[in-house]
């Protein structure tokens, strides 16, 4: 059965370095280390309180390298399954023990995946302006930061604030767009869909007309259509080519997808809320979108993800998985494994940690040329440093909330 190697010792990290992340720490009887991303945006607590109160005396002498049993018994166990707070917990523990397993092992997790399928990964970046000519300048400075493929978000007439647009860029300068505002309550913004399916088809039109038509561009609009105005901006968008629409109406209620699907050849990508393959069945099962946007930090880990991916390889839809800057870079290490390592790979989402993070987190991923790489570090490759993560405690931080012009809470 090879050495056995025990769980001796279960840690929750809170840090807020520039925003709130919360990590797991599993240490063996050997003193081997692996790392979990336990994220949730806005609701942090909830899932480190969850592994501390009810995880954490759990795991302590069980076999570190029984990954899938784990699963199951974090899985089946509670009786209560799914949703947003029990699947984050699951995932830091399942990549806590891919990490140790590779550390054991001396070898990267992608090798314990399968291996490489390819030489890297294509990163998409964010880019934004309130004006045309702003977004222009933001596509310029990621072109020459090396990406090649680019999220296009603005600014729509009329509207304050919109998701995805941070402060304008001059040349040179960063993406800064950081959703979560650290007040007592959430910040509440407007939202007009006649105004923005009215905006975004000239912009697309515009960004089209002076970087032309190959570069891969990519749009979400965050799930604040209905289904018939989702089928509306991605039949519009179709001249311009898109890489994808992303998150064009809310997918619980899935069958909604079959009106846009019905509508428009623009690909789909859906996802990055969903916490279980189940949430995908019927949209993958009808081939009602193209990407899969998930994390491993919120479906569940590496076995979740790659077990939804093997579905979605079944049906030709490819992953896209999610990198915001709420996913940490242990969440982003984790989803790097599984892209260079699995078939149907399509794009990774990359928005970059910033400086304060990246003290918190030694990472060894690399982005060169376009292609961001796991690197060649046994495990998963990311290193916390625990004495400057404690001395940047939890600040509350929530997501805005989104209201029509009449007042009527809508989707964020
Ligand atoms: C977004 C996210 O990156 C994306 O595609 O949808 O930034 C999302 O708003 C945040 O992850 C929410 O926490
Ligand atoms: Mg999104």
Not at 83 to 101: C, E, F, H, R
Not at 293 to 307: D, E, F, Q, V
Not at 345 to 357: L, S, V
Request: aromatic share 8%; hydrophobic share 40%.
């Amino acid at each position: 059965m090879g050495r056995s190697v025990k769980i001796e010792k279960v840690d929750v990290s809170v840090t807020s370095p520039g925003r709130n992340f919360v990590t797991l720490k599993l240490t063996t009887s050997d003193g081997v280390v692996g790392l979990g991303d336990a994220t949730l945006n806005g609701r942090e607590l909830a899932v480190a309180s969850y592994l501390r109160d009810h995880v954490a005396a759990l795991l302590v002498s069980r076999e570190a390298h029984n990954i899938e049993d784990t699963w199951q018994y974090l899985y089946r166990g509670p009786y209560w399954r799914r949703g947003p707070v029990t699947m984050a917990a699951i995932s830091a523990v399942d990549m806590a023990l891919w990490d140790i397993k590779g550390k054991v092992a001396g070898l990267p997790v992608y090798q314990l995946l399968g291996g490489r399928s390819r030489r890297g990964a294509l990163a998409y970046g964010h880019a934004s302006g309130t004006t045309v000519e702003a977004l222009f300048t933001a596509i310029n400075n990621l072109l020459d930061d090396g990406f090649k493929a680019i999220r296009i978000q603005t600014g729509v007439p009329g509207l304050a604030k919109v998701y995805g647009v941070g402060s304008d860029q001059l040349a040179g300068q960063k993406y800064d767009y950081e959703p979560s505002g650290r007040t007592a309550v959430p910040i509440e913004e407007d939202w007009d869909t006649a105004a923005y399916l009215r905006h975004i088809p000239g912009v697309f039109e515009a960004v089209r007309g002076v970087f032309g038509p190959a570069l891969p561009l990519l749009h979400d609009a965050h799930h604040r259509l209905t289904p018939n105005q989702g089928a509306q901006l991605g039949r519009s968008l179709e001249p311009f080519g898109l890489f994808w629409l992303e998150d064009c109406t809310p997918s619980e209620n899935q069958e909604g997808l079959r009106r846009v699907r019905s509508q428009t050849t623009t690909p789909l990508a859906i996802g990055e809320v969903f916490n279980s393959v189940f949430d995908y069945q019927t949209l993958i099962t009808e081939q009602l979108i193209d990407y899969v946007r998930s994390s491993a930090t919120h479906t569940g880990g590496i076995t979740g993800l790659r077990k939804l991916m093997d579905f979605a390889a079944i049906y030709q839809i490819k992953s896209g998985f999610h990198g915001p800057t709420d996913v940490s870079p242990v969440g982003m290490a984790a989803a790097l494994h599984l892209d260079v390592a699995i078939h149907n790979f399509g794009i990774q989402e990359y928005m970059k940690h910033n400086e304060q993070t990246l003290g918190v987190f030694r990472t060894s991923y690399t982005f060169v040329d376009g292609l961001l790489d796991p690197g060649e570090k046994p495990g998963l490759g990311v290193e916390l440093d625990e004495e400057v993560a404690s001395a940047l405690p939890y600040t509350p931080a929530y997501l805005p909330v989104n209201r029509l012009l009449d007042g009527t809470m809508h989707d964020w």
